[in-house]
């Protein structure tokens, strides 16, 4: 009986030791085979760190080769978590790095906690500049597990140059990194906020690489252990020309209100050459730290860009179109001649001309050339406003340009048809406010350029670009810009002679003189927007081209508050042009007296007059790719010790 006993207890515990066994053989199963990967990340983490090194963005140059932007070395402060780092020593670290930082020292607590709970490194102040720098290499010897390392950073060499244009760079939201995780960014990672940075962020981030070091239990580098490398975005090359873009910048800069913008592009495929609004920015001041002294003047951001969201009335320019409409339609002789006495009076109004003494017996050509309002007055009346709305339509006014920037506005359109839409009667003194430009139609500086550009190429309409081609980091090609015709604007030769004839006699004997070069064929029009809220702003458009071949330069000038299109925006389109043909250095001639001729029985002989395309083709197909939006922004030390890190000089 006892022997019996003892055969059962031997039985249950040998039970208990095969269970025992088989518990432990699943679980060294499962640690071994099925979570082996899972706990070798762990055992790894427990004495190395990997640390993210951004790549460098592409650069942006302008048509000519010159760098718009480009990424630089900065220097960045990281901390590694230790194993050993108890809360007191996180709430020293807070404290010391609060002082030299700036930062409340409950926030870079909370940042801390976070990277010790995560067990990951963080970035506590990044592209540090050199005196922070060296005083926070102090705190390396006081605090392990914080570091300084070397990463690229954007840099824009030029400053305020383009800054509308290029746009800015920003740390990436909770918001947007939930979004994008997937396509490789960190939550703290830097991307484009506005303009080209943000439309072609897929093509300008590079690929950002890792360095994995061997770290001690208190998170202090010890060596070294892998990498992988990171790979530079794509080159954008643009059709800008940053000459021209001195030229405006500087112009509208000097100008009356320091208030403005302008647009020029060539006529023949629609590239934009230069593109500016002032106020402009510095887009170096996102990339600097919160705390620095500098980045107080983003308090007031000048963000809004002029050049397609400002909507203007185009005054005295849109006679160009008025006269398209009396002209095509047969609705004036050109040759029949109206007398301005200073004013106009319709019923009970009176419309007043710019010029209170009149201009007498004006025809066609010199009611252009000296901007005779009465004229416009009385043959608007004879168009109509329904057909001078039609030819508004026809250019374009009142439709978005389609450029790739966020933020463009459409303009208003001002006619019967747009009024009955709005449930509102038509009267024939909205025909002659029409007639000159003034009323409730709006235009943006950028519609008025392309317009000015259809003038120029004998009708042709091009959606405005600002990219030439892309390229990968070793000069492949994946990417080249097509022109895109937006329409295309019907009118007979002699329709188009007469305006040409008209815009030319403007700059060589009327209100545009200011802009008057020898050796250049120069058409263009003055303009003043009537302004309710203080002073009017002041409008020139034009084209030019060498003379005897077609115009190479369309441009619309806008100076916010400046007044006279002659004496505030004309200056500048005349160093714009000069830039663009290389000429400032041509002495401004002496300015005649304006004459007014007397009418002739028939038209003036034809005035040199820039080549047409009277059938201009229709454009390629569109291109590979589409950019277009549906929205409606010192020297480093030579001692200083080597980073562990790849250097990233070479490639920046």
Same mark, same amino acid.
Request: charged share 25%; hydrophobic share 35%; aromatic share 8%.
């Given at each position: 009986?006892? =022997? ?47 640390? @993210? ?70 970035? !506590? ?9 060296? *005083? ?42 939930? *979004? ?6 960190? %939550?703290?990672?830097?991307?484009? *906020?506005?303009?080209? =940075? ?6 300008? /981030? ?45 112009? !509208? ?14 006529? /023949? ?12 920015? #510095? ?49 004036? #002789? ?61 250019? @374009? ?43 409730? !139609?709006?235009?943006?500086? +950028? &519609? ?22 892309? =390229? ?8 080249? &810009? ?26 060589? @004997? ?19 927007? &009537? ?9 020139? %458009?034009?084209?030019?081209?060498? =003379? ?28 714009? +042009? ?75």
């Amino acid at each position: 009986m006892r =022997e019996r006993d003892t055969r059962d207890r031997l039985g249950v515990l040998l039970t208990l030791i095969y269970a025992g066994a088989v518990v432990l053989g699943v679980r060294l199963l499962h640690m071994q085979v099925i979570r082996n990967v899972y706990y070798a990340r762990a055992a790894e983490s427990n004495r190395t760190q990997v640390i @993210h090194q951004a790549a460098p963005r592409g650069r942006i140059y302008d048509r000519n080769g010159d760098v718009i932007a480009t990424s630089r070395p900065a220097f960045s402060l990281i901390y590694l978590p230790g194993k050993s780092q108890a809360p007191e020593y996180l709430s020293r670290l807070a404290e010391s790095l609060s002082k030299e930082l700036r930062r409340e020292k409950e926030d870079l607590l909370v940042l801390l906690k976070e990277a010790q709970r995560e067990e990951s490194a963080i970035h !506590l102040a990044e592209n540090l500049p050199l005196k922070p720098m060296f *005083r926070l290499s102090e705190l390396k010897t006081l605090y392990p597990g914080v570091d300084l390392v070397v990463e690229a950073r954007r840099y824009y060499p030029r400053g305020h140059h383009l800054s509308h244009l290029v746009g800015y760079m920003g740390k990436m939201d909770k918001r947007s990194w939930r *979004r994008m995780r997937n396509d490789g960014y960190r %939550v703290d990672s830097w991307i484009g *906020r506005s303009g080209l =940075e943000k439309k072609f962020e897929e093509d300008l /981030r590079g690929v950002d690489g890792e360095v994995r070091m061997e770290v001690n239990a208190q998170g202090s580098l010890k060596r070294k252990i892998g990498e992988a490398p990171w790979r530079q975005g794509n080159n954008l090359h643009l059709a800008i020309d940053s000459r021209i873009q001195e030229a405006v910048e500087e112009g !509208l800069r000097n100008s009356p209100s320091k208030m403005g913008a302008a647009v020029v592009l060539d006529p /023949r495929n629609g590239g934009v050459l230069a593109i500016a609004s002032i106020p402009d920015f #510095d887009p170096n001041l996102f990339l600097l730290p919160e705390w620095d002294e500098e980045k107080k003047a983003l308090k007031d951001f000048p963000g809004f860009n002029r050049a397609i969201s400002g909507t203007y009335a185009p005054g005295s320019t849109f006679k160009i179109i008025v006269g398209a409409a009396m002209f095509e339609e047969g609705k004036v #002789d050109p040759a029949e001649t109206i007398f301005c006495p200073g004013a106009f009076t319709l019923g009970n109004r009176t419309f007043k001309c710019w010029k209170k003494k009149g201009h007498k017996k004006m025809d066609w050509i010199g009611a252009l050339t000296n901007s005779c309002d009465v004229y416009f007055y009385r043959q608007g009346l004879k168009t109509s406003g329904k057909i001078i709305e039609q030819y508004t339509k026809r250019f @374009h006014l009142g439709s978005k340009t389609k450029v790739i920037l966020e933020g463009e506005k459409p303009g208003n359109l001002f006619g019967p048809e747009a009024r009955a839409l709005k449930k509102r009667g038509w009267y024939e003194g909205d025909t002659v406010n029409l007639s000159i430009g003034q009323g409730e !139609l709006l235009a943006t500086p +950028i &519609q008025m350029a392309v317009a000015m550009g259809a003038v120029a190429n004998g009708g042709t309409l091009w959606r405005p670009h600002f990219t030439g081609k892309i =390229e990968t980091a070793d000069g492949r090609e994946i990417y080249t &810009q097509s022109p895109e015709a937006l329409g295309k604007v019907e009118l007979r030769k002699e329709t188009w002679d007469l305006i040409h004839r008209g815009l030319v006699n403007v700059v060589r @004997h009327g209100t545009g003189q200011r802009v008057n070069i020898p050796g250049l064929t120069i058409g263009g029009k003055t303009g003043t927007s &009537q302004n309710p809220r203080g002073e009017d702003h002041a409008w020139f %458009v034009a084209y030019a081209g060498s =003379e005897g071949e077609e115009p190479s330069l369309a441009l619309s000038v806008l100076v916010e508050h400046g007044g006279h299109g002659s004496s505030a925006a004309g200056p500048i389109a005349r160093k714009v +042009i000069e830039a663009a043909f290389d000429l400032a250095k041509v002495p401004k001639p002496t300015r005649p007296p304006i004459v007014v001729p007397p009418p002739p029985e028939d038209l003036p002989p034809s005035l040199p007059v820039p080549k047409r395309r009277d059938a201009a083709p229709a454009p390629e197909p569109a291109p590979k790719r589409d950019f277009s939006t549906e929205s409606d922004t010192a020297s480093e030390p030579e001692d200083m010790e080597a980073p562990m890190f790849p250097a990233v000089e070479d490639a920046l």
